[in-house]
């Protein structure tokens, strides 16, 4: 009898991620990047939240390996004074909590209407699923943007800054749900014509159980696809929203707002409050891509295509 | 068709209302327009009676439907901070915003699909399995990151191209252009290929994807086997079916595009209608934030609808399977 962790080492799956490097250096990439986030408070030098801790006299220190680097701040200092290898820690661990929770909402959503579109049919599908086409044909960023903007403007400054987490992972999660929707309607239909759904008909399961239960656990494949490129995107989001202004404040800056706010001093020659964050956030959106590619390509589900 | 002409006419309609009526609740909620008329000091019962008069104590449905008149003959209220008319802030700048979607679509069409049929025709050589992997990172790259790297590099670093502005335009027929003098072109290089840079990889995946399936079809082995030349199976009979779905992706990205203008536009600082947009963000312009939403929901509307009809003349099927449905 071998056990469950066996049976899984010895599968296809650990084996096609064993012969691929690419796939094996992004993990690894994104697992360094997750630890180092979510132990910041641990590891870093400096807490970027404390302003005790910051001198304005130190602000625009070039990075270490710079003519005039300090051996306190590897990375620099913002214009703020803050170590920018600290900020960058906590920014990654928020731009990483936006983008899971966002995704989490819009599997929730997504996954809940296309089961329901799928299996019900009828008029509730083509309902919700024209609803899904004309929210696909405004782009997520042009909803999310908009939606923000209107926020800030009702809210005021100061109540949206304090509630800016939320209504980042909100706008976003919400955006985006016709993907999941309509990828797992597209499986739930060629899942509902099987046997096995016929059997638990037969037997008198309720609508709600054969979904959850028989139909969801054989539509995973695609969900966990999309996943990877949705948390992906919806950090592209969160960085897009926080350098337009509309998402992250400075004073509790994710990767966006950080290169934001350097911005304006790439011009004035302190480029590495803008570079050495966007080169973060890329390797970060990076990693978690080729993993993506790499899953799509061992799953291999038939995603829907339009 | 023309059941499908209607009921697609009749799906842009309403989206258009659903963005109205949200245009309309925005400036029902955001900022009072008596203020901005009379100021803070007038008394109670003097604003009550100027409320009255302006029909601020309306229903909704009476106030909305005074709105739906006034806008459709273009009249969306002053803006707060230009004291013009909102329409005529947010039209004189659509021309920067168009050509900066025309440059990056010229981009996008001219290296996508010479690429992607490369790609697609020579799957092994060294340049398709180049591009195929630098498509993944430029996937992977914000555009907002690709505009301020090549600001650094372009305009800092090199100096070679100019880093904000739309430089010198001319003015033809009321519509100022950048295409036609040396100063604006050179402007336009950099916004244009960031803006072009989101999508570039994408189409050339897609186009790369589509082609090599197309050309497993049958009726391209069916050609092959009648010995035509291999120019005219690949340009001719693959290159056609290919295209299909590339213009039903191409409609959707629209959108991203206009949404990446904003983005683009702030980073260059392209005076357009994104820009524009962010600064009556700032200022609580209601007036301009919904004339924006308007124009670009109808710009939205009109091209998605354009695509789909084009989708509809140029592939029947679909005009067949939706009209039993």
């Given at each position: 009898m071998i056990s469950r962790w066996q049976q899984f080492a010895q599968s296809s799956f650990v084996y096609s991620f064993r012969n691929d490097a690419i796939a094996i250096a992004s993990a690894i990439v994104l697992f360094a990047c997750l630890t180092a986030s979510f132990s910041a408070p641990l590891i870093a030098p400096f807490d970027p939240y404390d302003p005790m801790q910051i001198d304005l006299m130190d602000s625009e220190t070039p990075p270490l390996w710079q003519q005039g680097g300090d051996t306190r701040f590897f990375f620099g200092t913002d214009a703020q004074g803050r170590d920018l290898l600290s900020t960058i820690l906590y920014g990654t661990r928020i731009s990483i909590t936006i983008g899971v929770f966002a995704v989490l909402l819009q599997a929730f959503v997504g996954?809940?209407?296309?089961?329901?579109?799928?299996?019900?049919?009828?008029?509730?599908?083509?309902?919700?699923?024209?609803?899904?086409?004309?929210?696909?044909?405004?782009?997520?960023?042009?909803?999310?943007?908009?939606?923000?903007?209107?926020?800030?403007?009702?809210?005021?400054?100061?109540?949206?800054?304090?509630?800016?987490?939320?209504?980042?992972?909100?706008?976003?999660?919400?955006?985006?749900?016709?993907?999941?929707?309509?990828?797992?309607?597209?499986?739930?239909?060629?899942?509902?014509?099987?046997?096995?759904?016929?059997?638990?008909?037969?037997?008198?399961?309720?609508?709600?159980?054969?979904?959850?239960?028989?139909?969801?656990?054989?539509?995973?494949?695609?969900?966990?696809?999309?996943?990877?490129?949705?948390?992906?995107?919806?950090?592209?989001?969160?960085?897009?929203?926080?350098?337009?202004?509309?998402?992250?404040?400075?004073?509790?800056?994710?990767?966006?707002?950080?290169?934001?706010?350097?911005?304006?001093?790439?011009?004035?020659?302190?480029?590495?409050?803008?570079?050495?964050?966007?080169?973060?956030?890329?390797?970060?959106?990076?990693?978690?891509?080729?993993?993506?590619?790499?899953?799509?390509?061992?799953?291999?589900?038939?995603?829907?295509?339009? | 068709m023309l059941g499908f002409l209607v009921r697609r006419l009749w799906q842009a309609a309403m989206v258009m209302i659903v963005i109205s009526l949200i245009s309309f609740s925005i400036q029902d909620n955001l900022g009072d327009p008596l203020r901005e008329l009379v100021g803070q000091s007038v008394s109670e019962a003097e604003r009550q009676k100027l409320r009255d008069q302006l029909g601020l104590n309306d229903p909704f449905l009476v106030q909305y439907a005074r709105f739906l008149k006034r806008a459709v003959r273009g009249d969306l209220g002053n803006s707060y901070f230009f004291k013009r008319p909102a329409l005529d802030v947010i039209l004189d700048k659509l021309p920067a915003t168009v050509e900066l979607v025309i440059g990056a679509t010229l981009i996008i069409v001219s290296l996508s699909i010479p690429i992607g049929v490369f790609a697609a025709i020579n799957p092994k050589h060294w340049f398709a399995r180049f591009t195929v992997g630098a498509s993944i990172v430029g996937?992977?790259?914000?555009?907002?990151?690709?505009?301020?790297?090549?600001?650094?590099?372009?305009?800092?670093?090199?100096?070679?191209?100019?880093?904000?502005?739309?430089?010198?335009?001319?003015?033809?027929?009321?519509?100022?252009?950048?295409?036609?003098?040396?100063?604006?072109?050179?402007?336009?290089?950099?916004?244009?290929?960031?803006?072009?840079?989101?999508?570039?990889?994408?189409?050339?995946?897609?186009?790369?994807?589509?082609?090599?399936?197309?050309?497993?079809?049958?009726?391209?082995?069916?050609?092959?086997?009648?010995?035509?030349?291999?120019?005219?199976?690949?340009?001719?009979?693959?290159?056609?079916?290919?295209?299909?779905?590339?213009?039903?992706?191409?409609?959707?990205?629209?959108?991203?595009?206009?949404?990446?203008?904003?983005?683009?536009?702030?980073?260059?600082?392209?005076?357009?209608?994104?820009?524009?947009?962010?600064?009556?963000?700032?200022?609580?312009?209601?007036p301009l934030i919904i004339a924006y939403l308007i124009v670009v929901g109808l710009i939205f509307v009109i091209t998605n609808t354009i695509v789909d009809l084009i989708y509809g003349l140029v592939n029947p099927t679909v005009r067949l399977a939706r009209g039993h449905d």
């Open positions: 996954i809940s209407f296309g089961l329901l579109a799928g299996y019900v049919g009828g008029r509730l599908d083509s309902l919700l699923m024209r609803v899904a086409d004309i929210q696909l044909s405004f782009s997520t960023l042009m909803v999310a943007i908009v939606t923000l903007a209107v926020f800030q403007v009702a809210f005021g400054t100061e109540l949206y800054e304090r509630l800016a987490i939320l209504m980042l992972i909100l706008v976003i999660g919400i955006a985006e749900w016709p993907q999941y929707a309509r990828t797992v309607r597209a499986s739930v239909l060629a899942e509902k014509k099987k046997e096995y759904v016929d059997a638990a008909r037969v037997i008198g399961f309720k609508p709600s159980r054969i979904m959850v239960r028989h139909i969801l656990p054989n539509t995973l494949s695609p969900i966990l696809v999309i996943s990877t490129v949705q948390v992906a995107n919806a950090i592209v989001s969160e960085a897009a929203l926080s350098f337009l202004g509309l998402g992250m404040p400075i004073t509790k800056p994710s990767l966006g707002s950080l290169i934001n706010s350097g911005f304006e001093f790439i011009f004035s020659g302190s480029w590495w409050i803008t570079i050495i964050p966007s080169i973060v956030l890329i390797i970060l959106v990076l990693s978690i891509n080729l993993l993506g590619d790499w899953l799509r390509d061992v799953l291999n589900p038939k995603l829907y295509k339009d | 996937i992977s790259i914000p555009v907002f990151l690709t505009a301020i790297m090549s600001i650094y590099i372009f305009s800092v670093e090199l100096g070679w191209l100019p880093s904000y502005g739309r430089g010198q335009t001319m003015n033809v027929y009321g519509w100022t252009t950048g295409f036609l003098t040396k100063d604006g072109l050179v402007h336009l290089i950099l916004p244009c290929f960031a803006l072009a840079s989101i999508l570039l990889p994408l189409f050339i995946r897609l186009i790369r994807a589509e082609m090599m399936e197309v050309l497993e079809t049958e009726y391209v082995k069916f050609a092959w086997a009648k010995g035509l030349s291999s120019k005219r199976i690949w340009f001719v009979h693959a290159l056609k079916n290919t295209l299909l779905p590339v213009i039903t992706v191409g409609g959707v990205q629209i959108g991203t595009m206009i949404a990446y203008t904003i983005l683009t536009e702030t980073v260059f600082q392209w005076p357009g209608m994104g820009f524009l947009f962010l600064e009556a963000v700032n200022r609580v312009d209601t």
